[in-house]
């Protein structure tokens, strides 16, 4: 690249505006980040102070490195500083009405050759680009929370997206240290499309009175290796999130049931019971709470694991079959995006597809909903014999 290539923009200073300009400036680029609050820019500014400090005081980084990610960031309420940036990261509000307006406003800005880049979780990528005149310079880059933690970046190009911005996207974005797996362009591109199942299923189990939430969350820990389990884990995100990505998901497939909402959820986000950061979820995060015990049941555990990990499995075949991303990406995105303890394609070909399969059919069979189908790719590599590895 040039040597405008130096410079980023960021536009959005919230949570992961923030993270995605700490991670280019401690990658020695030049970073403007802009908001329309100055408010929104201090809090910022504040922040990376802090996380700055902890990370020298940890020994992780010297003050002198400090200094220097500190002095590459700086700060505006204008756009307009952004005409020498090679690339634009856009990480505000989740609207495409007020995306299509920045996007616009940008391609005034800045010059012919650079990239502008959108961190949407749920919009359309094409939908974004679209507002612009060259919508192939558009691509959709999807970091995950926190951006200078966690290892994934989903590189989501749209229709219009051309080859040079989407190699150009995977070098600078590979550069900085991320892993990065290639998506299309449709609702949750991988991770928020696959992971779906482990909070629905679960929500589903609780639902139907087979197991309350200590049970079901130790199950997927104790016996699936999860690092978290799901109540714990909607706790952690918050309902009211969790649950609107649940919505916007359906909404978008067409309301295929696979990714219907539950009404648990929904309930505990109204009820303002949103997690940790509310005090109260699924668990009471007072200090005086009682924990919550789970039965340890083994058979029941067993039984829980099995019927979420399959409808897992199925999903990640699913995506896979309708060419969302290629297996390895897939396998990549769960266990570096949501840190699962195996990749769900690897997980089937160790359990034997034969095995998914029969739990598929035995779900379906037991409710005769579409949300149980097992997905066409599945049942042909059983009856091919063959893997998705080896
Ligand atoms: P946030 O609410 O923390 O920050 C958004 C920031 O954008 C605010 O500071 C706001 O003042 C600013 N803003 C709003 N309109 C603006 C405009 N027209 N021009 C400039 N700044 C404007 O939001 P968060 O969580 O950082 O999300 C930002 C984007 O990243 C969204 O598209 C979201 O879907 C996506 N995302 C969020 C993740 C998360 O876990 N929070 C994970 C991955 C993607």
Redesign the pocket.
Known sequence: MNEISEKIGV???????SGIAQVAAQQGHQVIL????QG?LDVSRTKLKKVLARLVEKGKISPEKSDSISSNISYTLSMSDFKECAFVIE????RLD?KK??FKELETIVSTETILAT????LSVASIAAACEHSERVIGV????PAPLMPLVEIVPSVQTSKAVLQKSIELVSSWKKTTVLAKDTPGFIVNRVARPFYGEALRIYEEGIADFATIDWAMKEMGGFRMGPFELMDFIGNDINYAVTESVFTSFYFDPRYKPSFTQKRHSEAGWLGRKSGRGYYDYSEDAQPKLASQDKDLGQQILWRVLVMLINEAADALFWNIASAEDIDLAMTKGVNYPKGLLQWADDIGIDLCVEEMDRLYDLYHEDRYRCSPLLRRKKSEGSAFFS
């Open positions: 536009i959005g200073a919230g949570a992961m505006g802009s908001d329309t609050s929104a990480a505000i509000v989740e007020v307006v920045v961190n949407t979780s749920s999807h970091f995950f929370n």
